[in-house]
């Protein structure tokens, strides 16, 4: 599935589609913000609020 399918599939309400959005970027991103915090708690607190902030975005769509 594409990015863009996925986002579809997440825009029409598809939990699954969250789910498999996180796993295919939960890693990139906490290497990113990693680098950029040099925390690792830190960067596992804003993981949380990042993949929390689309799924309540997608929930109230």
Known sequence: MTDHELIQEILGGN???IQLLHERYVDSL??????Q????????????DV???????VTYL
């Open 15 to 17: 939990q699954q589609a």
């Open 30 to 35: 906490f290497q990113y913000i990693y680098i």
């Open 37 to 48: 915090t040099k925390s690792y708690h830190d960067t596992e607190e804003i993981i949380q």
């Open 51 to 57: 993949f929390y902030k689309v799924a309540k975005t």
